[in-house]
Structures are given as C-alpha cells and as structure tokens.
C-alpha cells in the first residue's frame, strides 16, 4: 500500500484552504457608523422674517425694500398688512424679490369686523397660516401707559374669555379655506389670572389643535416673565410658529424693555432651537421692533449671522 506524503507545497495549500473555510463562516466586523452631525439652524428651517421690522422701510420703497431682505439672507416672510396693495400685488412684489410668503398676520378686532375678509386676504397672499398678532380689548385703553401696560391692564380673564369665544367661532372657517389658525402672543398673555391660569392658557382651550395653532413670540414671552422653552413644551401639541425676537431692559424706553438683535439680549437662544427641532416647528420668524440703533437692514444682517452660527 503506498502512503501519500504531502510536500510542503499540499500542506501550504491545505492550511488555505482551512483558513478560508474558517473565514467563510465568520462575519466580519462591522464598520464604525460616522457619528450623525447635529442639523444647524440653516438645515433645520429657512431663515424667516415678519416684515413689521422693516415697516418704516416698506412704506418708502416696497420692492427695494424686499430686495435688500433677501441680499441680508432671507429666504421667507411673515406679512403684517399689504402697505396700501391688493394681496394679489404684494405677493407678486414679494416673489418676485425671491422670498416666500409662509405666514399672515392680522388681529382680533379685524377678525372680529369681518372674518371673511381677512381670511380672504391671507389666501390671496398665498399664506399657509392666519395668524391673530393681538386681541380685542372690552374698551379704550387706560391713557398714558405704554401699549403692553395698558393691554395688560385691560385683558381681564373676562376679556380673554370673550376673546377665545370669538376664536372658537373663527377658527373652523379658517381652516375650511385651507388655512391654518394661529394666535401670536404679546406680554400680556403670561400675566396670571389667579390659579396660574393665563390669558394664552384660556385662547388656546378656544378650539381643538386642529383647529387652533400657537405661534409664540419668544421675547414677549420672555417679558411677560415665562421660561421660554418651558412655554414651547406646555404649548408643544399647537405649536407651529416662532417669532425669534430678543430683549433687553432699556429704562429709556415705555415698558422698560426694548427689541435687540437676536444673541444680544435675554435669551439663551441655543436651548430654544434645540427644542424647537424636538417639537417639530415649522418656521421661525426673526423680528425686531423699533427703535433700531443702526440701521435696520445692519440689524437684520447681524441677527441672521448669529443665527447661522448656532
């Protein structure tokens, strides 16, 4: 009987041919997943601005004015008023300077007058949302106060009441037009009523989610003495809408406070776009209101750059 003698060669090829049956039944080891990279404010919305901060402006020159909007970085606006236009006008003015109109501003007194013509005015516009910048008062305001001190002293929890009944009868038409409802808050809506109950807390029980949305103007909340992202989470289920406005304490100024670029007042704006990503809000609104210490469009410019930094 011959016996087969392997040569160094066979055994070479042999302890291979192991070797990869042994690789064959192992997998391999997985790669490293990239850490996911944070969304920037940039990637998470477009940069949004409610044209009431350049009002002076729109007055004097409309497509001038919404040309060096978008040169300072704008891509969407917030209308408040059509500055003396049809809708149908102001909006052609509007695309045509590169910007998007998302969102309409009126307020309660002309909801109240004539709901069906603000509503048509805000489709015209082509808007997806029908926003409430202010309530109606039970009567004239308290002479010499400030407007936030004289309509916080007005809005009563009566006042609010009948104010949510309106919003109640207003928001199915609304979104019969294919619009969304929103309210936009001033100071006066954190003061407490008694029992923690506020002004914003009795609108927003006006009318179910679907029909009713928030839009919260983050400085004002920040005066009317409310944490900011606490605000966000209690309204968390209607939120859609922000205006990102910040504030300081200006002794100068009736009220005490006054609109700054964004990143140079009071607020602590990196918690707050971090919430807003958890909540899922649809689009920001950059505002400041006067009196401006340099020109408005510097003012604008430098608010989107901290923006963008964040």
């Known amino acids: ?33 990239p850490e996911a990279k944070a969304k920037t404010v940039l990637d998470s919305w477009p940069v949004g601005v409610q044209l009431y901060t350049v009002n002076a402006e729109l007055a ?8 060096a909007v978008k040169a300072a970085g704008y891509d969407v606006v917030e209308t408040a008023g059509t500055h003396g236009k049809t809708a149908a006008e102001y909006k052609a003015m509007i695309e045509a300077a590169g910007l998007k109109i998302r969102s309409a501003h009126t307020n309660m007194p002309k909801l109240i ?27 004239p305001l308290a002479p010499g106060l400030d407007w936030i001190s004289a309509m916080t002293q007005a809005m009563t929890a009566d006042a609010w009441k009948m104010n949510a009944e309106h919003m109640a009868a207003i928001a199915p038409a609304v979104k019969k037009a294919g619009l969304k409802f929103a309210y936009h808050n001033h100071a006066m809506e954190f003061k407490d009523l008694g029992g923690g109950q506020t002004g914003y807390d009795i609108l927003m029980a006006a009318a179910p989610a679907e029909q009713l949305r928030a839009e919260l103007d983050l400085g004002w909340v920040a005066v009317g003495g409310a944490d900011v992202v606490a605000a966000m989470k209690k309204y968390a289920d209607r939120l859609d809408l922000l205006h990102v406005k910040d504030m300081i304490k200006d002794p100068a100024i ?19 776009f971090a919430a807003a990503q958890e909540l899922g809000v649809k689009n920001y609104f950059i505002e400041q209101e006067p009196p401006y210490l340099k020109p408005v469009m510097e003012s604008l410019a430098d608010s989107r750059a901290y923006i963008a930094a964040l």
Do not use: Y
Request: charged share 20%; hydrophobic share 45%; glycine share 12%.
């Open 60 to 67: 004097k020159d409309i497509p001038g004015t919404l040309k």
């Open 254 to 272: 009736p009220g005490g406070f006054r609109s700054t670029e964004i990143g140079k007042g009071m607020i602590d704006w990196k918690p707050v």
């Open 1 to 33: 009987m011959t016996h087969f003698i392997p040569s160094r060669r066979h055994m070479l090829i042999g302890a291979g041919a192991l070797t990869l049956t042994a690789l064959a039944g192992c997998k391999p080891a997985p790669a490293t997943a």
């Open 113 to 139: 007058e004539n709901a069906e013509r603000e509503i048509a005015e805000a489709v015209a516009l082509g808007a997806e949302w029908l926003v409430a910048a202010s309530p109606q008062t039970p009567g």
